[in-house]
């Protein structure tokens, strides 16, 4: 009797189980495979963790549904009744309408110094990703056609941003300064304020700093349109929802893939040919292995590139075409964690904690309270996760994401409060402190406390290795395609093709980075194998 082709899927993520659910409820396909997900953790979900912390449902990783029209995501929500729920969820009450924006020393600023520079910085993403033209970004036409355009010369995002900066100083005639301001010059400010808003976009794209980030390939990013929001039941409704179809003994948990042995040109190990006629040996830590005619491997760039990395380990034996490996160096992979911090209860009272937007002075300038550490820095927001929460959230990227999981809770805490109180603590304006500036609270005059930190570690988790994959300089959305590719590349004669699959974010060329675009790479691998057997029209 004829062996039913045995199809293993590594990961059981979005794309994992979106390709799982696919080949077992795809009609005329049920019974025609063996299949198996093989999740290296002790639960299922990737990069979507849903948890509490401190009676509120938040989300330790996807957090947000970018845009509902046409969203697959926002589809599977409404249909399992995902987005309503009796308990508080993390930004129910979506973006907050007015931040509060205070400077390095305690100092609120008003509008006329935070929105013209917002303004000028949300034209350039526009323009960036090619939502507006070049004549609507800054009215001095003559610098454009003096510096070749904005876009011209400019390999990096964040070239292209302090390029369009400069041309918004060089093009206003008088520069008025600013009172009331303690050290704080106009340009300063303005700069501090860009910076604030680099900050945001760097956790956006995982991209440790914005001159690292592809300015070409930013036009080729997608968004659904229509509002962001979050899941009210949690991002994890949508991945049990997915995983039900599923017999209980498809997903199996804590079974870690160690290698995974492949035949490029078709050729079988002697060993395997006694034992079974399946191209592909999966190797697990515990020492057991797994054969299969098909594997598709959903882990993160992070790991691929550990993985093709001979310092750190093989993955695949032999080692992946230089095509493939060339494509997973190139790509930018980055590090983004989440920072939940619990206020301390002052009796009854509901919380009032405004939506903060942080503005600092940079690590290097000598006006900077010494107090501050660098790692909170580049950190821009810190906000309630729904109006009158009691958890805030602030988000890090970058080294000092990578710097925030090795500090202890304590030192968290206790550097938080310090720093939040003395941007909450009026300036003092009539003395200099001896850290350097105006306005350095040393005590805790404002009274913020926090008690209760929770933070993600998305970067020293073996299973990820990070959050999520950009197109750094040197890189092109080509090589996304070059990732989704299967082995063996054809044609080569090989007996049993497409043994080696990739799904996962970092395969998408238009919706790297997003849920949705790790389950249409999941929908992508499961068409390819089912169009392989004739089991589906796509």
């Known amino acids: 009797m004829a062996k039913k082709p045995r199809i293993v899927i590594i990961g059981a993520g979005m794309a994992g189980l979106t390709a799982a659910n696919k080949l077992y409820s795809s009609t005329g396909s049920r019974d025609m495979f063996e299949l198996f997900v093989v999740e290296g953790g002790n639960r299922i979900g990737g990069r979507i963790n849903t948890s509490?912390?401190?009676?509120?449902?938040?989300?330790?990783?996807?957090?947000?549904?970018?845009?509902?029209?046409g969203s697959p995501v926002h589809q599977i929500a409404e249909k399992i009744n995902a987005l309503e729920s009796d308990q508080p969820w993390e930004c129910m009450d979506g973006f907050p309408d007015e931040p509060k924006t205070i400077a390095e020393g305690g100092f609120e600023l008003n509008a006329s110094v935070v929105d013209p520079v917002s303004t000028l910085f949300k034209n350039l993403m526009d323009f960036a990703q090619r939502k507006v033209a070049e004549e609507s970004v800054v009215d001095d036409a003559r610098w454009c056609?003096?510096?070749?355009?904005?876009?011209?010369?400019?390999?990096?995002?964040?070239?292209?941003?302090?390029?369009?900066?400069?041309?918004?100083?060089?093009?206003?005639?008088?520069?008025?300064?600013?009172?009331?301001?303690?050290?704080?010059?106009?340009?300063?400010?303005?700069?501090?304020?860009?910076?604030?808003?680099?900050?945001?976009?760097?956790?956006?794209?995982?991209?440790?700093?914005?001159?690292?980030?592809?300015?070409?390939?930013?036009?080729?990013?997608?968004?659904?349109?229509?509002?962001?929001?979050?899941i009210s039941k949690g991002y994890l409704s949508i991945i049990k929802y997915l995983a039900s179809v599923l017999p209980p003994d498809v997903i199996q948990l804590g079974r870690r893939v160690d290698r995974i042995e492949w035949q490029p040109q078709g050729h079988h190990h002697q060993q395997q040919q006694v034992e079974d006629s399946r191209p592909v040996k999966i190797h697990f830590f515990d020492g057991s292995f797994m054969l299969a005619d098909h594997v598709i491997v959903t882990v993160s760039l992070g790991v691929l590139k550990a993985g093709t990395c001979r310092d750190s380990g093989m993955l695949f034996s032999p080692p992946l075409p230089s095509y493939k490996t060339d494509a997973i160096s190139r790509l930018g992979y980055g590090v983004v964690n989440k920072l939940f911090l619990q206020l301390s209860p002052n009796g009854n009272k509901k919380p009032e904690f405004p939506s903060l937007q942080m503005v600092f002075h940079p690590s290097e300038s000598e006006l900077r309270h010494k107090k501050i550490p660098w790692w909170i820095r580049r950190t821009a927001s810190l906000s309630p996760i729904y109006n009158n929460s009691s958890?805030?959230?602030?988000?890090?990227?970058?080294?000092?994401?990578?710097?925030?999981?090795?500090?202890?809770?304590?030192?968290?805490?206790?550097?938080?409060?310090?720093?939040?109180?003395?941007?909450?603590?009026?300036?003092?304006m009539e003395t200099k402190s001896e850290n350097g500036s105006n306005g350095f609270c040393n005590g805790n005059e404002s009274g913020v406390r926090f008690v209760?930190?929770?933070?993600?570690?998305?970067?020293?988790?073996?299973?990820?290795?990070?959050?999520?994959?950009?197109?750094?300089?040197?890189?092109?959305?080509?090589?996304?395609?070059?990732?989704?590719?299967p082995l063996p590349k054809p044609p080569t004669g090989v007996h049993r093709p497409l043994q080696i699959l990739f799904a996962g974010e970092a395969t998408h060329r238009t919706h790297y980075s997003t849920t949705h675009g790790a389950y249409f790479s999941g929908l992508r691998e499961a068409n390819r194998l089912l169009q392989h057997y004739h089991c589906v029209e796509v």
């Open 52 to 69: 509490e912390f401190c009676g509120d449902r938040i989300e330790l990783g996807a957090t947000w549904i970018h845009g509902i029209g």
């Open 145 to 230: 056609s003096r510096n070749g355009g904005f876009g011209g010369g400019s390999k990096s995002l964040g070239a292209f941003l302090r390029r369009g900066l400069d041309a918004y100083w060089d093009s206003r005639k008088d520069f008025e300064e600013l009172g009331g301001y303690g050290e704080w010059s106009r340009k300063l400010l303005e700069e501090a304020v860009f910076a604030m808003l680099e900050n945001t976009q760097r956790t956006y794209t995982s991209a440790g700093d914005l001159f690292d980030l592809d300015f070409e390939a930013e036009s080729e990013y997608r968004m659904f349109p229509g509002e962001e929001i979050t």
């Open 391 to 428: 958890v805030l959230l602030s988000w890090f990227a970058g080294k000092e994401a990578v710097e925030l999981e090795t500090l202890s809770n304590e030192e968290i805490i206790n550097v938080l409060s310090a720093t939040v109180s003395s941007l909450l603590s009026k300036p003092h």
């Open 452 to 485: 209760k930190v929770l933070k993600t570690r998305w970067g020293s988790d073996p299973l990820f290795l990070g959050s999520y994959s950009y197109v750094a300089v040197g890189s092109s959305g080509a090589d996304f395609d070059t990732m989704a590719e």
